[in-house]
């Protein structure tokens, strides 16, 4: 089994994803979707937890060897990036969506030197908007964003456009692909519905079941 339906296998024994198209969740944007994913629960499995660090940690060193720093997006990013940082032995910082509004009003946390090669790592990319906010205030502050590495992405058009458009490659463990061959050979979704949850990850903002 490949890595990307064996992480998807792991998140669905989990309930760290969840596909159900009777009753669609419905995602602070108001979208409606089949599918609702929650990585702050792989923290809570110690072996699913030790597969996704060695998992960031080869994808770093295979995709982004140069990498000086690893920088983790608050707050579902920060614990696999500090575990990916720690494994490979390289400093690591946090960014904020926004500055503090208290003491040194950080934005960024830790240590960051100018020109340092910094590689993103992020829980879920959906549109990836919020995701490219982080490269952006890192790039204000002088270092080279080489890459994003997330643990799942959905693989919306309009994300992959975004990421084109910024200049960042961007690597996941898993992807929507890969969730929904595993939900259909577990039966969790029938052949039928495959075209469904096509559809909802080529337009998501208009689906509707």
């Known amino acids: 089994m490949s890595t990307p339906k064996h992480?998807?296998?792991?998140?669905?024994?989990?309930?760290?994803?969840?596909?159900?198209?009777?009753?669609?969740?419905?995602?602070?944007?108001?979208?409606?979707s089949p599918v609702y994913c929650d990585n702050r629960?792989?923290?809570?499995?110690?072996?699913?937890?030790?597969?996704?660090?060695?998992?960031?940690?080869?994808?770093?060193?295979?995709h982004f060897p140069d990498a000086t720093v690893i920088a983790g997006v608050a707050t579902a990013g920060i614990a696999h990036g500090v575990m990916a940082a720690d494994l490979l032995k390289l400093p690591f910082i946090y960014v904020?969506?926004?500055?503090?509004e208290h003491g040194m009003g950080n934005q960024v946390e830790g240590v960051l030197e100018p020109g340092s090669k910094v590689v993103v790592v992020e829980d879920l990319v959906s549109t990836g908007k919020s995701s490219l906010q982080v490269v952006d205030v890192l790039r204000e502050?002088?270092?080279?964003?080489?890459?994003?590495?997330?643990?799942?992405?959905?693989?919306?058009?309009?994300?992959?456009?975004?990421?084109?458009?910024?200049?960042?490659?961007?690597?996941?463990?898993?992807?929507?692909?890969?969730?929904?061959?595993?939900?259909?050979?577990?039966?969790?979704?029938?052949?039928?519905?495959?075209e469904i949850l096509a559809q909802w990850r080529t337009d998501p903002g208009n689906w509707k079941i």
């Not at 110690?46 to 060193?61: C, G, H, Q, T």
């Not at 904020?96 to 503090?100: A, V």
């Not at 058009?157 to 259909?184: C, G, Q, W």
């Open 7 to 32: 992480f998807a296998e792991k998140l669905l024994q989990i309930k760290a994803l969840q596909v159900n198209l009777q009753k669609p969740y419905t995602w602070a944007s108001g979208w409606q």
């Open 41 to 62: 629960k792989v923290l809570s499995y110690p072996y699913v937890r030790d597969f996704v660090k060695s998992e960031l940690a080869n994808m770093i060193l295979e």
């Open 96 to 100: 904020r969506s926004k500055p503090k």
């Open 141 to 194: 502050l002088g270092a080279e964003v080489i890459g994003m590495c997330a643990l799942f992405t959905y693989g919306f058009p309009v994300a992959d456009d975004a990421f084109a458009k910024a200049n960042v490659p961007l690597r996941t463990i898993s992807n929507y692909t890969a969730l929904m061959e595993v939900a259909e050979e577990q039966h969790l979704v029938a052949p039928s519905q495959r």
